[in-house]
């Protein structure tokens, strides 16, 4: 069941690049947080989101907001894929799919990929956005313009 504005961050934990667990609900009650659900590591369309998120991660960071990115990669590949680009955020594997069946991201292109998703939750772990667009380059767009227009509220 895909999660609903006002919904809270899912209480689930999964492995990070490290292999460490990592809980979603950590940031809950402390800082925004941006969850970003991508294909696969190293492909065109995703290392562009990445490296997008990475050139505005100051932005984000200025706003106390914190952005992870989950895929089914290994936790081997992300450590790589996060040292190659110089990407400063998390990134968690969910190779099990408890993340994306948690927060409701749907396969896309008939099925053939898993789905590129993002979800903005306020200080308070409240869902106040969810985008769904396979266009990478828009993600990071659409959650800075959501975060602004929540801290000016």
Known sequence: ???KIGDKIPNISIPDETGELFALNKFSGKQALVVYFYPKNFTPGCTKEACEFRD???????MDAEVIGISSDSEASHKRFKSKYQLPFIFLS???KKARNAFGV???LLGLLPGRETFVFDKKGELIMQYN???AASHT???IKKIKMQKDE
């Open 94 to 96: 969910d190779i099990e």
């Open 106 to 108: 749907k396969p896309a």
């Open 56 to 62: 505005k991660y100051e932005e984000f960071k200025a």
């Open 1 to 3: 069941m895909a999660l």
């Open 141 to 143: 767009t659409k959650a």
């Open 133 to 135: 667009n396979f266009n």
